[in-house]
């Protein structure tokens, strides 16, 4: 399935690959949310949200942020019973859909280069939205750092390894 | 682009009345958006995308773990009553008890020095070499190989490996994005456990793959949260209401147009807050464990849904179609063909003459 109608090669590749990471259990859920995505997003045919690619100015920023926000709309739609494993491998996929018709449209010509500044830009967007902001993010890698270089709780996570706990 | 807006404001109105939830899923989170970020990395050949994405996964699966076991103090507690209190919008009586009583089987967990999600190929994925966990703890391995680190490049620059031994390939901790909640099994005997599968009409229970979860009629409608001790959904969209939810989108977006588009919370105007803290991370950490990550399969075998992937197919058909329809729009409209026929065009070059039989 993976793919299989998307032109752009590199792009069918990273959505395989974001595929690979959606646990099986929430396998379903993040068909769903993709599939009423695009529905949602093609929604008008031509005159619909993703045709209005076409009118961007930044075409790369809007195939991310529309990407969330659809996600977004769907989850409130949901009651925000969404998961996030499956919430947020749907959006990635979602904007690499966006960014495949924009390369279809001629838009944008999407390589290496533009899959790897649309990502950045995907997690510089959606952690911020999820309430995680930079300072957080800081907050919380220091915690771990701080675990990893205390040798007690780094013997108690190997005990874990071992199951001797 | 006025559509993007609108979904932007939206998104603002349900974030901010889900703030325990939020608060909750912080480390969730950044191990998911870390698993999809060394994916794309692995991909594309942006090793420096890989390894953001991988101390992502990794910070967000040690800390998930670090919370169930309760070495963040009262912030884990603090987030599992915020949930509850979310969830059954009232302060849960007594104490609320991180689940730390997972104890992990030698099964489920990759030995200390041994490869690391060894089931990952090479090509295309690449592998990660796991490295000793005392390794890491060997403050003074630590303190000599921070001597050749250079920082980790995310834009391209030239800085050295940053976690030399711990990265031999692109794609790093598909395990992360299982995180710390999968490091073990456990036994779910909470109140708010019992409260939570009865909540989603569980009848039994049993392990799938390391994770505790609750069925109904042999289909899984939750899973354990070690953090919160209580059986997360896994049914966020009913079949019944799939569509309805597409329209009921449809409608929000209709009912937020005109509403300025912004992003609460970011005060790294360009993002790069966030690439800081991992370039620090990786700079204190020049050998990265992985020890208490664990990964569970990501299998797909038998539990592909046919109906909603050959959906999925059909609309990717039909994206290409809308792409195909608006590039038509947008052709720039007729130019005469030189040379074309002009005046009556006789169809036949010499007229039949005579009867025809």
């Known amino acids: 399935m993976n793919g299989l109608i998307m032109q752009n090669t590199l792009l069918k590749q990273v959505e395989a690959e974001v595929e690979k990471k959606v646990r099986p259990i929430h396998r379903e859920a993040y068909l769903k949310i993709v599939v009423s995505g695009m529905k949602f997003a093609m929604d008008k045919g031509p005159q619909g949200i993703l045709a209005s690619l076409k009118q961007s100015k930044d075409p790369l920023t809007d195939c991310v942020k529309g990407a969330i926000s659809i996600v977004g709309l769907l989850r409130r739609a949901a009651n925000g019973k969404m998961p996030i494993g499956a919430m947020i491998p749907a959006a990635m996929t979602l904007m690499l859909q966006a960014l495949d018709f924009a390369d279809k449209m001629g838009l944008l010509k999407v390589r290496a280069a533009e899959i790897d500044k649309a990502t950045k830009l995907f997690v510089e967007t959606l952690l911020p939205l999820m309430n995680v902001p930079p300072e957080q993010v800081a907050q919380m890698t220091e915690q771990v750092h701080t675990i990893m270089r205390d040798p007690d709780k780094m013997q108690q996570i190997k005990e874990f390894q071992n199951g001797n706990t | ?357």
Do not use: C, H
């Not at chain 2, 699966?61 to 009262?74: D, F, I």
């Not at chain 2, 009232?90 to 104490?95: D, R």
């Not at chain 2, 299982?178 to 019992?194: F, P, R």
């Not at chain 2, 299998?299 to 038509?328: I, S, Y």
């Open chain 2, 1 to 357: 682009m006025p559509v993007v807006a609108v979904a932007v404001a939206t998104w603002q109105v349900a974030a901010a009345v889900e703030v325990g939830f939020a608060a909750l899923t912080a480390f969730q989170t950044l191990a998911v958006v870390g698993s999809v970020t060394s994916a794309v990395g692995a991909v594309t050949g942006n090793k420096d995308l890989s390894k953001a994405g991988m101390i992502m996964g990794a910070v967000g699966g040690v800390g998930n773990l670090a919370s169930s076991q309760g070495w963040l103090g009262e912030e884990a507690l603090a987030n599992s009553q915020a949930y509850n209190n979310a969830l059954f919008g009232k302060p849960v009586s007594g104490s609320v008890t991180p689940a730390n009583s997972v104890i992990p089987t030698s099964s489920q967990i990759v030995p200390p020095g041994s490869e690391f999600l060894p089931e990952v190929t090479a090509n295309g994925t690449g592998v990660i070499n796991s490295v000793p966990a005392t390794d890491v703890a060997s403050q003074a391995a630590t303190e000599a190989a921070k001597a050749n680190v250079a920082g980790l490049p995310l834009d391209g620059g030239s800085g050295g490996d940053v976690v030399s031994g711990a990265v031999t390939g692109g794609d790093v901790v598909s395990g992360a994005v299982t995180g710390g909640s999968n490091v073990a099994s456990q036994t779910a005997t909470s109140l708010e456990a019992t409260n939570s599968a009865a909540k989603l009409g569980a009848t039994s229970f049993e392990t799938q793959n390391g994770v505790e979860v609750a069925l109904k009629d042999g289909k899984v409608v939750g899973e354990f949260n070690k953090v919160t001790g209580i059986y997360d959904s896994v049914a966020p969209i009913s079949d019944k209401g799939f569509t309805n939810i597409v329209n009921t989108a449809t409608a929000d977006a209709k009912l937020a147009l005109g509403k300025p588009m912004s992003i609460p919370g970011v005060t790294s105007p360009d993002g790069t807050g966030y690439w800081d803290s991992f370039k620090a991370f990786s700079k204190a950490n020049p050998t990265i464990a992985y020890a208490g990550l664990t990964t569970i399969g990501t299998t797909m075998a038998g539990l592909f849904d046919q109906t909603k992937a050959a959906q999925k197919q059909q609309l990717e058909a039909q994206a290409a179609l809308t792409a195909q329809q608006v590039a038509n729009i947008n052709r720039p409209i007729g130019t005469a063909t030189p040379g074309a026929p002009r005046g009556p065009v006789s169809l036949l070059n010499s007229p039949v003459t005579g009867r025809v039989a």
